[in-house]
């Protein structure tokens, strides 16, 4: 069989730390990968130059990882359909309110028997208020199998080399597990395999509107133990989320990196939390705190937040996650930050 060509699309701060570790392990296994990994770069003019163009010439992403090497044989494609030509395996690491479009683009253009691996820890709205996971989303519009890793993985400290573990869901674990796993796993990035790739993937999702919600305490000037409680019950709403409209769950899998681990990590660590906070202490828009903090990137706490909130509306099941709820109502501009204490104090599981 000839080795797998590899494309990964998408190349903000977690793309290009993701696209270190690709670019090392398809190099270190030629008999299973084609070496050349393609990353599709959306084009921007970065100090006068190609964003592309640098990162072909000083293997680096100078706006979204600055001042750390990809692998020389990590190519920047800024053609979509191009640089997914001829791949057997899609690394999906962009924000999940583009994937629809990149999808839409790419059908009839990818294979039967492509595999596709999502990083992307966000949710999907159908029209009529449900959701759907990214990975569903990928494959409804490309017919093909899609797996997800997710993890306490921090893309700063990824891209140093830091140790840490992930998580990747595999519905076809027997026959996908192996080589997947290869892709990704390193000396200091440990990957385990598991099949309940639907809890995987909204262990991801929603600990992202967790973090929102530790990052409103921060501002306000709580301390460790109301963060310690806003984790607890931020996760147990995580369980009923998957338990009420994704049966059939392990409940294994929220001790992986993906659940308690990366739950944690973001709520002392993460984008979402920082941009909370700020939000709370200045006063002034998501919008402005995120143009200001990130970078170009984006929070997606509070797209997901909305997206639940909108899911639970539906069902009438809102009051059953008052913390999910009072993110999004906090970044709707509907409830004070302040309010958030109220409904942990009163919280269903204090009762």
Same mark, same amino acid.
């Given at each position: 069989?000839?080795?797998?060509?590899?494309?990964?699309?998408?190349?903000?701060?977690?793309?290009?730390?993701?696209?270190?570790?690709?670019?090392?392990?398809?190099?270190?296994?030629?008999?299973?990968?084609?070496?050349?990994?393609?990353?599709?770069?959306?084009?921007?003019?970065?100090?006068?130059?190609?964003?592309?163009?640098?990162?072909?010439?000083?293997?680096?992403?100078?706006?979204?990882?600055?001042?750390?090497?990809?692998?020389?044989?990590?190519?920047?494609?800024?053609?979509?359909?191009?640089?997914?030509?001829?791949?057997?395996?899609?690394?999906?690491?962009?924000?999940?309110?583009?994937?629809?479009?990149?999808?839409?683009?790419?059908?009839?253009?990818?294979?039967?028997?492509?595999?596709?691996?999502?990083?992307?820890?966000?949710?999907?709205?159908?029209?009529?208020?449900?959701?759907?996971?990214?990975?569903?989303?990928?494959?409804?519009?490309?017919?093909?199998?899609?797996?997800?890793?997710?993890?306490?993985?921090? %893309?700063?400290?990824? =891209?140093?080399?830091?140790?840490?573990?992930?998580?990747?869901?595999?519905?076809?674990?027997?026959?996908?597990? %192996?080589?997947?796993?290869?892709?990704?796993?390193?000396?200091?990035?440990?990957?385990?395999?598991?099949?309940?790739?639907?809890?995987?993937?909204?262990?991801?999702?929603?600990?992202?509107?967790? #973090?929102?919600?530790?990052?409103?305490?921060?501002?306000?000037?709580?301390?460790?133990?109301?963060?310690? %409680?806003?984790?607890?019950?931020?996760?147990?709403?995580?369980?009923?989320?998957?338990?009420?409209?994704?049966?059939?769950?392990?409940?294994?899998?929220?001790?992986?990196?993906?659940?308690?681990?990366?739950?944690?990590?973001?709520?002392?660590?993460?984008?979402?939390?920082?941009?909370?906070? =700020?939000?709370?202490?200045?006063?002034?828009?998501?919008?402005?705190?995120?143009?200001?903090?990130?970078?170009?990137?984006?929070?997606?706490?509070?797209?997901?937040?909305?997206?639940?909130?909108?899911?639970?509306?539906?069902?009438?099941?809102?009051?059953?996650?008052?913390?999910?709820? %009072?993110?999004?109502?906090?970044? #709707?501009?509907?409830?004070?930050?302040?309010?958030?204490?109220?409904?942990?104090?009163?919280?269903?599981?204090?009762?």
């Amino acid at each position: 069989m000839s080795p797998k060509k590899v494309t990964i699309i998408g190349s903000g701060n977690w793309g290009s730390a993701i696209a270190r570790i690709v670019g090392s392990t398809t190099k270190r296994f030629p008999d299973e990968f084609d070496p050349e990994v393609r990353m599709w770069v959306f084009e921007e003019i970065v100090n006068g130059e190609k964003l592309s163009e640098v990162i072909n010439t000083r293997h680096e992403n100078v706006k979204y990882l600055p001042g750390k090497i990809l692998p020389t044989n990590v190519v920047a494609v800024t053609d979509l359909v191009q640089s997914c030509e001829g791949s057997n395996v899609l690394v999906f690491v962009v924000p999940h309110q583009f994937v629809k479009g990149i999808c839409e683009k790419l059908v009839g253009k990818v294979p039967a028997d492509t595999q596709a691996i999502s990083l992307i820890k966000g949710l999907s709205m159908e029209k009529l208020g449900g959701l759907k996971l990214i990975s569903e989303e990928i494959k409804d519009i490309l017919k093909i199998e899609v797996s997800v890793l997710m993890g306490a993985n921090l %893309a700063p400290e990824v =891209a140093n080399d830091n140790f840490c573990e992930a998580t990747i869901g595999c519905k076809r674990k027997a026959q996908d597990g %192996a080589f997947l796993k290869k892709l990704f796993h390193t000396e200091n990035f440990r990957i385990n395999v598991v099949e309940d790739a639907h809890t995987v993937e909204l262990c991801g999702a929603l600990k992202n509107v967790v #973090a929102c919600a530790a990052g409103f305490t921060d501002g306000l000037g709580y301390g460790d133990n109301t963060k310690a %409680a806003v984790i607890r019950l931020g996760l147990m709403e995580m369980r009923k989320f998957v338990d009420v409209y994704y049966s059939g769950s392990n409940l294994q899998t929220f001790f992986e990196s993906c659940g308690i681990a990366d739950l944690i990590t973001t709520c002392y660590g993460g984008r979402n939390r920082k941009v909370c906070e =700020a939000f709370v202490k200045s006063g002034k828009t998501l919008e402005e705190v995120e143009k200001e903090l990130l970078n170009g990137q984006s929070a997606q706490g509070p797209p997901t937040a909305k997206e639940v909130y909108l899911m639970n509306k539906k069902s009438g099941k809102d009051d059953q996650f008052p913390v999910f709820t %009072a993110v999004h109502l906090i970044c #709707a501009g509907e409830m004070k930050p302040a309010q958030l204490v109220d409904c942990l104090r009163n919280h269903p599981e204090h009762l």
